[in-house]
């Protein structure tokens, strides 16, 4: 039997299809967990987001009301994506309250199969390298994924608040990187 090799990569022109394919099992790409700037694809074209994608990696190419992130996605031999995960180098606004450093999203067929574990804990040398200290990463309540994600990840409960824009309670984590 063979195993399959995955491995976090950044966001290429030249996997176009492969994106589409993982976007088109969800309800709604600007809805996505862990696009970044790809949320926009649709709108300005995958090529285009690709680029907005990578620049804004650096804060004089972060659009003004976004923050510098940094996009990857987990693919396997058969360049799939499964999984996408973004890294926001700093937090503002509703950042610090619910949306913390880190979304990510897996496909449903691959989920429960520790993708997500796996993206979450090669992203911590990462967000060491641009100086964090910790992370904030946030999940809903019953997001019972999530929270096994996080907690496997080192994650340390903090609290758990009501967002107005939403209908669940938030759970705030916090993983020391120090």
């Known amino acids: ?13 030249y996997m176009e299809q492969a994106f589409w394919d993982f976007c088109g099992v969800f309800n709604d790409i600007k809805q996505i967990d862990g696009l970044g700037m790809m ?4 709108d300005i074209g995958f090529k285009e987001s690709v680029t907005q994608s990578l620049l804004c990696r650096e804060p004089e190419h972060a659009d003004q009301n976004w923050v510098p992130q940094s996009t990857y996605w987990l693919t396997n031999d058969n360049q799939q994506i499964i999984g996408t995960i973004d890294l ?6 509703d950042l610090k309250i619910w949306g913390g450093h880190i979304g990510y999203s897996v496909h449903p067929n ?3 199969q520790g993708h997500a574990t796996f993206m979450l804990k090669q992203l911590l040398p990462i967000a060491r390298h641009l100086g964090l200290t910790r ?9 019972e994924s999530s929270n096994g994600v996080i907690k496997n990840s080192g994650g340390i409960f903090e609290s ?19």
């Open 88 to 93: 926001r180098h700093t937090l503002k606004g």
């Open 135 to 143: 992370l904030l990463i946030t999940c809903y309540e019953n997001n």
């Open 1 to 13: 039997m063979s195993t399959q090799t995955i491995q976090l990569v950044d966001p290429n022109p």
């Open 160 to 178: 758990l608040v009501q967002v107005d824009s939403q209908s669940q309670l938030v759970e705030r984590w916090w993983i020391n990187l120090t």
């Open 39 to 42: 949320r926009h694809a649709k």
């Open 110 to 112: 691959h989920r429960r």
